[in-house]
């Protein structure tokens, strides 16, 4: 399969759920909806605790790990379900096609492994068993690491916090995957280290033709470096569009947001907030969960499934029911 | 009445010896007026938390003095005493770890409060509440322990501690590092509330975009040396070090693009 009309993958009404023995099934995400293209640049926003690293387990088949299962929908990689890939299969994917760098991967990479050994147990991971110090330096250089030589020697421990990041990107790319997926890579770090990072990742990007999906919270970020914006609230997509179509946004969550970035606010000027918190999961009442938060509530958000997002697939899509009345916020 | 409310003079701070010398802070002095917005960013290991516990009076510089009101306020290798114990107080990057895990966050309020205070439970708590409530954190998650609450409440928990001894000086370390974008405007939001009040505010931040929304003037600090200070606005309009340049390039979204761009232009 090309990357002819295909997207790279396909989040399709995904909800996820954690089973329990004795009490109900808790939902956490309900639901999702987003393409990835080849070679693009997606950003996922939302607080924390809205779902985004739930999502991206079910891309790389780590949901199981955690208490998850699919409860419904299905994620296409290159039009095949994941949501029903055997072990055997996700052995072939995980790797192959998707890199993965993990939230706090600040905490790893393995501590008592030196880079060279992470590396070459990520590039043993992909089958090929040759050649694996030249592979492993030839990685380092791809992620921008000088002085090669000494880094494959040392522990994680040895580095700093942004070399240590650049390590997992390398390992994640080991296998020059399609797909790569950085969970809030520079959560933690520098604004300085963050801006290298991203350079690095649009590099990655372009020579590479890697399809990224970058998970954050800062929507300034996210609005600088992706092409595309996947926002997510409470467990639900509630706003997807080009970078360029969410400069006006068309969910009252993500014009708040959009109000709230620093970067683009009068010094000292009231920054909008959005009023309380997120629903918790098991807290979720019926209809649209934003609704608590909501300066356009009306009493009919408040019915019914959670909204549908609306709007031409794979451009600009929103899942608010009162979007007429936007012009009030 | 002194000039300066906090003020500190050719500080320096020496951790270890030999080998494994660290000059964490060398020679710096800085100002601040009562009810000041000020900043100090850096990047990482430039010596920022070092400065800021040698103001809070939690560290003892190794050289040079701190004066309170004009007061010198370490006596010899002695801390902070008096009223600039009370007076200057901080908060920290991750309130995980400065709140006791155990404790609801009106109870670690109303604790503070009666250290403070030395005022029965009842009024200690109702006073507690209070704090809570003008930090945006209502009854319902006051009686929550940390562990309940989000990083952003957390955050809020920690400051309405302090606010708790009535200070003069708010040193925040960080507050902003770790939380959400949505409670990171919320948490700058009441800063400035607190500002209105008169409360002078040291904010501490690797990020010159949130150095630039609330201070007025700004410590650029690079290897444990200031490289360039003064009003913030004219350090963004017309930074003179490279090292500023940078940092203002890094600043995530608009402000960081616009000076990127500057930059290559140059
Ligand atoms: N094993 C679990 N049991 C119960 N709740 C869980 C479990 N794992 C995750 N959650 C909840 O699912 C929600 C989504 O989590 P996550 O995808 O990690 O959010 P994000 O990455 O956006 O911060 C959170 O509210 C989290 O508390
Ligand atoms: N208690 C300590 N003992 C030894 N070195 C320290 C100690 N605290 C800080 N340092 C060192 O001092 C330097 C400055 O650290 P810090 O003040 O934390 O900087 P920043 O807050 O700007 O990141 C670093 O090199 C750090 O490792
Ligand atoms: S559906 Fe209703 S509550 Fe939800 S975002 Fe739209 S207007 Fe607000
Ligand atoms: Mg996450
Ligand atoms: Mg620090």
Redesign the pocket.
């Given at each position: 399969m090309s990357a002819s009309n295909t997207p790279l993958i396909q989040v399709r009404d995904v909800v996820i759920g954690i089973p329990h023995k004795r009490r109900p099934t808790l939902t956490i995400v309900n639901k999702a909806n987003f393409d990835i293209n080849y070679g693009e640049m997606v950003g996922i926003v939302g607080e924390s605790g809205s779902g985004k690293t739930m999502i991206c387990r079910t891309m790389i088949g780590t949901l199981e790990r955690r208490g998850g299962k699919i409860l419904s929908g299905d994620v296409l990689f290159e039009g095949e379900s994941l949501a029903r890939a055997s072990e055997s299969d996700w052995k072939k994917l995980r790797g192959k096609s998707i890199g993965y760098v993990p939230q706090s991967a600040l905490a790893g990479p393995n501590p008592v492994l030196t880079i060279e050994a992470q590396l070459a147990e990520a590039l043993r991971n992909t089958g090929d068993t040759k050649n694996i110090k030249s592979r492993s330096k030839e990685l380092l250089e791809l992620v921008k690491i000088r002085r090669v030589d000494t880094v494959l020697k040392q522990y994680p421990y040895q580095l700093s916090g942004g070399m240590r990041q650049r390590v997992m990107i390398a390992c994640a790319l080991a296998t020059s995957p399609k797909l790569l997926i950085a969970d809030e890579p520079t959560t933690g770090l520098d604004v300085t280290v963050q801006s290298q990072i991203m350079d690095l990742l649009k590099e990655i990007r372009s020579t590479m033709g890697t399809a990224i999906v970058l998970i954050s919270h800062d929507l300034a970020l996210i609005d600088e470096v992706c092409d595309r914006v996947v926002v997510m609230h409470a467990g639900a997509t509630v706003e997807v569009g080009s970078v360029k179509e969410l400069v006006k946004p068309r969910h009252p969550y993500t014009i708040a947001l959009n109000s709230s970035r620093i970067d683009i606010a009068q010094p000292g000027s009231e920054l909008v907030t959005i009023k309380g918190n997120a629903p918790s999961v098991g807290e979720w009442n019926p209809g649209c969960r934003f609704a608590d938060r909501c300066s356009i509530v009306q009493a009919d958000c408040r019915t019914g499934e959670h909204p549908e997002l609306i709007g031409a697939s794979g451009t600009h899509q929103t899942a608010c029911i009162h979007t007429e009345l936007l012009e009030r916020i | 009445m002194a000039d300066f409310l906090l003020e500190a003079k050719n500080v320096s701070v020496t951790?270890?010896s030999g080998s494994t010398k660290?000059e964490?802070v060398k020679n710096v002095s800085l100002t601040l007026r009562a009810g000041e917005p000020i900043g100090i960013v850096?990047e990482?290991?430039?010596?920022?938390?070092?400065?800021a516990r040698v103001l809070a009076g939690l560290q003892v510089p190794t050289e040079g003095e701190i004066l309170f009101n004009g007061e010198s306020v370490y006596k010899g290798s002695k801390a902070y005493t008096g009223e600039a114990r009370r007076q200057v107080q901080m908060v920290f990057q991750d309130p995980y770890g400065s709140l006791n895990p155990q404790l609801t966050g009106l109870n670690a309020v109303a604790e503070a409060v009666r250290i403070h205070d030395k005022t029965s439970k009842e009024l200690s708590e109702e006073r507690a509440l209070q704090l809570l409530r003008r930090m945006g954190i209502a009854e319902l998650d006051a009686i929550k322990k940390p562990r309940q609450l989000s990083g952003g409440q957390r955050q809020r928990v920690s400051v309405a501690r302090a606010l708790s001894a009535s200070p003069t000086v708010l040193l925040a370390d960080e507050p902003t590092s770790a939380i959400d974008q949505s409670a990171q405007a919320q948490l700058l939001n009441l800063f400035r509330g607190l500002l209105d009040e008169g409360l002078a505010i040291v904010l501490v931040s690797h990020d010159l975009g949130v150095i630039r929304y609330l201070t007025k003037r700004v410590y650029v600090?690079k290897d444990g040396v200031f490289v360039e200070s003064g009003v913030t606005e004219e350090i963004f309009n017309d930074p003179r070090e490279e090292y500023t340049k940078l940092l203002l390039a890094s600043i995530p979204g608009d402000l960081g693009v616009a000076a990127r761009q500057k930059l290559n232009k140059s």
């Open positions: - | 951790f270890g660290v964490a850096g990482s290991g430039s010596g920022k938390s070092t400065l600090m």
